[in-house]
């Protein structure tokens, strides 16, 4: 199946404003088809879900079918599939329900590779309930997590490894399915960090044996909410705090409050969007397959082209060599903090923005520290001509560090 760039790009009314997006792994932006199933959820009769109204049966619609497209995405069970205003918020809640079965003896594992939403939650949870808290280091050098560096933190009272799908900052992706097996050999449950994954590749949540799979719509072209998939059996042995009149069903005893209806709805949309990439038929997964196939194809030529002349520019480090990558790489300029090279880039209408991105553990272990690095991630809207953008701009950038003062551009020039 073919890719085609162009068509795709023309359901962006965002790239209409000229930049190219190198932000993706921050926030994708948005097709129109997202936008327009949220304004057609808020202009539609809507209430709290129930099944006496029409208002109340259309809620409860929303709510179905975004679990549904959620699960078709990741290969879940839709009973399974947990909404929250965040992939962070729902990793809080679900931590401090988990750790209510954790005590003094036990262990959880955490990597230095992961984002902070996948750290945080679980050592303050794990110290709260008297349990430690081992660290897992990846290779500074290549960037890659080995499987062997999680089993040696493994033991009998391990009762947790939260683990990243793929890193946000190097775009590593280690053997998530290798993982998980050590991790249940032990005993442990898996919380696997897919924010970053789930927008490059079609997972199937069982086959990677994440007993957790968090993701994050805003990342694959949908609004901001966060999602977690996990097997509804395990979720109904947890007991989170909840109201006494909010319902105890499994998912809904892990949703507070009333669900964002309007935003469930451009889940679904940015679904069927991800399923009609390429144009094929089938069942939304079999879609969703096919386009992320193609998807695939299309990221990692670009990233390619990315990395090579990167790598030919003087002066420029690419952080990390994983073998097994998503289309998202970091780089630092010599003699130029990442911060100025994200300014300068800003000035030509590129979006590379610099930082260390929350991955705050990563950015230290690298020896960038808390300025971290520029990052430039592909998305499915990016095309050949947005890399050389990037390129000619760095080009320029250290040929002349010091810059130019920014004269006045037209938006036709952005
Ligand atoms: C890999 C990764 N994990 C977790 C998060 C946190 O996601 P959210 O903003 O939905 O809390 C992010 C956000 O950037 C991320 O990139």
């Keep these: 199946m073919t890719y085609d760039v162009d068509t795709v790009r023309t359901h962006f009314p965002a790239l209409t404003e000229g930049a190219a997006h190198f932000d993706g792994p921050g926030g994708s932006q948005v097709p129109v088809q997202v936008a327009e199933a949220i304004a057609a959820t808020m202009l539609s009769a809507l209430s709290n879900r129930g099944q006496v109204t029409a208002a109340e049966r259309r809620a409860d619609q929303v709510v179905a079918d975004a679990r549904q497209a959620v699960a078709d995405l990741l290969g879940a069970d839709p009973a399974g599939v947990v909404f929250g205003r965040s992939m962070t918020q729902v990793t809080y809640d679900l931590s401090r329900a988990l750790a209510k079965e954790w005590g003094p003896g036990d262990e959880v594992v955490v990597t230095r590779l992961d984002h902070d939403a996948n750290i945080r939650p679980w050592v303050q949870a794990a110290t709260a309930a008297g349990a430690s808290v081992r660290w897992v280091d990846f290779d500074r050098s290549t960037g890659e997590l080995p499987v062997s560096a999680v089993a040696d933190a493994l033991g009998p009272r391990t009762r947790l490894v939260a683990f990243t799908a793929a890193s946000n900052l190097l775009g590593t992706r280690p053997d998530v399915l290798a993982i998980s097996a050590a991790a249940h050999d032990a005993g442990a449950l898996t919380y696997v960090d897919g924010v970053h994954l789930t927008a490059h590749d079609l997972v199937d949540v069982r086959e990677f044996g994440a007993d957790f799979y968090a993701c994050s719509p805003y ?196």
């Design 219 to 414: 990342k694959f072209l949908g609004p901001h909410l966060g999602a977690v998939a996990a097997d509804p059996a395990l979720l109904d042995r947890l007991r989170p705090d909840k109201l006494l009149p909010s319902s105890d069903a499994v998912p809904e005893r892990f949703e507070w409050g009333t669900l964002p209806y309007e935003s469930l709805a451009g889940v679904t949309a940015a679904i069927d969007f991800l399923a009609g990439l390429v144009a094929s038929g089938g069942t939304r997964r079999e879609r969703l397959a096919r386009s992320f196939a193609a998807l695939t194809t299309h990221e990692s030529t670009l990233v390619n082209r990315l990395i090579t002349g990167l790598t030919a520019l003087p002066g420029i480090t690419v952080h990390g060599s994983p073998k097994h990558r998503t289309p998202t790489v970091l780089f630092t300029v010599d003699g130029i903090a990442p911060r100025t090279v994200y300014e300068r880039l800003a000035l030509s209408g590129i979006n590379a923005p610099a930082s260390h991105f929350y991955a705050i553990e990563c950015s230290r272990w690298l020896g960038l520290g808390d300025a971290g690095g520029v990052r430039a991630g592909i998305a499915p809207y990016t095309n050949e001509s947005d890399v050389d953008r990037l390129l000619t701009a760095l080009v320029d950038l250290v040929s002349r560090p010091q810059g130019l003062r920014p004269r006045h551009r037209s938006t036709s020039e952005l």
